[in-house]
């Protein structure tokens, strides 16, 4: 297989959101080997369903149902270009699987959507950048169901919708507010209807220190059926750096935090959590009513000494290494920030839903300071709501997601750099864990 080439677009100031978010530290690779092995029952484990005002309650307590790996993963393939220039991608962002088995990409650079057959070959792309019916400013992540391919252009607040040959279905603009930045997903969970996702937080350099998720699902014709934020979480901290001489109070985020988050899936509904723990609530996507909450019980997880080591060194060798001001200053406030991490982690950063109606709850980790290829370990929880255990995917960067029974996630060629979209398939360690194969 042949590696994706990715064009490289250097300069500065980039969007200073990424800048926060991942710290923008670069180069350093931070391996974690991935140790299959199959999972026993655990020890002091409890399920129970409960009723609170007529909701019913999943609670989990006493730890994992299982200990050890739950799932182990066999790389099965890489979208691979071939000699067509226009099979080369340009910071992929992302990528969708369809029930068919093809691959949607979200050719961020190109500002298209790249289609890759179930082996991985480059067939085809459809959108391109620019302002008319179709075409894209920020293409975001598509989303594909029932033959139909759908993305969000954030720049330009239109949903835009394809077949899956490739047939523009429609290009309309987002209901609701003009301001749609950071939208997480948009999906339609009835004909017509329309559910948007959007991660809400102040824009840097603004003061703002706090951040929440917003759902809104509208009517085929256009009213407001229901919405509903998270409470809000300190997300960001100010830290004052030198930059130049000059004394400047930079927004950073803070080492970590809990990050709201929502997922949605066609067939199990959605969830939402402000991300800090330790209570999950899904709704009726038509509706908004809360049909159940899972509440998870287990310790906090504390900071070691050694991830701290880790991450200081991480940012002082990327201070060393710059020579752009700026950037030297917001990572030395990221620095300052790691001085005063909180005393427990949160519970999770971020929430999948897969189709077999699994929870992935990302625990934060490494990657939240050091891009690159790390690890990232989740919590899985059933569809009835029970904590099952640990899972360690492999180390890749930044975009990781469970899609159809397989795992999708892109990843830095160690040798050349080049950005490589990878498949793996998943496959349980616990008998009596029903899981896609």
Not at 18 to 23: K, P, Q, V
Not at 142 to 171: F, N
Not at 329 to 339: S, V, Y
Request: charged share 25%.
């Amino acid at each position: 297989m042949s590696i994706l080439k990715e064009s490289v677009q250097s300069g500065f100031p980039v969007a200073a959101l990424t800048f926060l978010r991942y710290s923008l530290l670069t180069g350093i690779l931070a391996v974690v080997s991935l140790v299959a092995c199959s999972a026993d029952r655990g020890g002091d484990h409890a399920f129970t369903i409960v009723s609170e005002e007529g909701i019913p309650v999943a609670l989990s307590t006493g730890g994992p149902l299982y200990e050890g790996e739950l799932f182990t993963y066999d790389l099965l393939l890489v979208l691979a270009e071939d000699e067509r220039e226009e099979s080369l991608l340009n910071r992929p962002s992302g990528f969708t699987m369809d029930e068919s088995g093809r691959f949607y990409v979200a050719d961020t650079g190109n500002d298209r959507i790249a289609v890759f057959d179930s082996e991985g070959r480059y067939e085809r792309s459809f959108g391109r950048q620019g302002q008319g019916p179709g075409e894209f400013a920020s293409v975001g992540i598509p989303e594909v169901h029932d033959g139909i391919v759908t993305a969000v252009d954030g720049s330009r607040h239109r949903i835009i919708r394809y077949r899956t040959d490739g047939t523009l279905l429609d290009d309309r603009r987002l209901p609701g507010s003009d301001l749609v930045s950071n939208v997480r997903t948009f999906a339609e969970p009835a004909p017509g209807h329309s559910l948007l996702h959007r991660f809400e937080t102040a824009v840097w350099p603004a003061q703002g220190d706090d951040a929440a998720v917003t759902v809104t699902v509208w009517s085929a014709g256009g009213d407001t059926l229901w919405s509903h934020t998270t409470e809000r979480v300190l997300l960001w901290t100010h830290e004052s750096v030198s930059v130049e001489g000059e004394e400047m109070e930079l927004m950073t985020s803070i080492p970590f935090a809990p990050y709201p988050d929502a997922a949605f899936s066609p067939v199990h509904g959605l969830v939402m959590s402000s991300g800090t723990g330790p209570e999950l609530e899904c709704r009726d996507p038509l509706t908004g009513n809360i049909t159940r909450r899972i509440r998870l019980e287990f310790p906090p997880e504390v900071p070691t000494d050694d991830e701290r080591q880790l991450i200081q060194s991480a940012l002082r060798e990327q201070i060393e290494a710059s020579d752009i001001p700026l950037l030297q200053g917001m990572l030395e406030a990221q620095r300052k920030a790691c001085d005063n991490m909180p005393d427990t982690k949160a519970a999770w950063t971020n929430i999948h839903l897969d189709e077999a109606g699994y929870l992935w709850l990302r625990l934060p980790d490494f990657s939240d300071f050091i891009p690159g290829n790390t690890a990232v370990t989740y919590r899985i929880v059933s569809p009835e709501g029970e904590y099952l255990g640990r899972t360690t995917v492999p180390p890749s960067d930044q975009f990781r997601d469970p899609c159809r029974g397989r795992l999708l996630l892109r990843r830095e060629n160690e040798e050349t750099g080049a950005i490589e979209l990878c498949v793996y398939s998943i496959r349980t360690q616990v008998r009596e864990l029903a899981y896609p194969e």
